[in-house]
């Protein structure tokens, strides 16, 4: 299993919840099939391009908050940064927050 396909899965379970839906929902929200759904969480799946990003458009996030990167130097980094300072809500930044936290933990495992 790809440390890639487990930090996508873990960025998608995390957005899901954080919208408080089950996969069942996710999976009407986006078109992508509940099976596909779980395998994707799990990081058992190769990602279809097609399939995620039906899921992200139904999550209404961008390519940048799931896919690792090198952290250091990189234009993730700064969208990041830049989006953090147009959070409207205390929601928005609870989510941003674990969103970075995570990403730091995958790279930390590295």
Request: charged share 25%; aromatic share 8%.
């Given at each position: 299993m790809s440390t890639t396909l487990q930090y996508?899965?873990?960025?998608?379970?995390?957005?899901?919840k954080?919208?408080?839906?089950?996969?069942?929902?996710?999976?009407?929200?986006?078109?992508v099939t509940l099976n596909y759904l779980?395998?994707?969480?799990?990081?058992?799946?190769n990602v279809s391009i097609n399939k995620l990003e039906k899921v992200l458009q139904a999550l209404k996030v961008d390519?940048?908050?799931?896919?690792?990167?090198?952290?250091?130097e990189s234009p993730?980094?700064?969208e990041l940064l830049k989006e953090c300072m147009h959070l409207e809500n205390e929601e928005h930044l609870r989510l941003a927050i674990t969103l970075v936290q995570e990403m730091k933990?995958?790279?930390e495992s590295k």
């Open positions: 996508i899965g873990t960025q998608i379970r995390s957005l899901r954080k919208n408080k839906w089950t996969l069942s929902e996710l999976s009407q929200k986006s078109g779980a395998q994707l969480e799990r990081g058992e799946v390519w940048s908050l799931i896919v690792p990167c090198c952290y250091e993730l980094k700064s933990a995958f790279q």
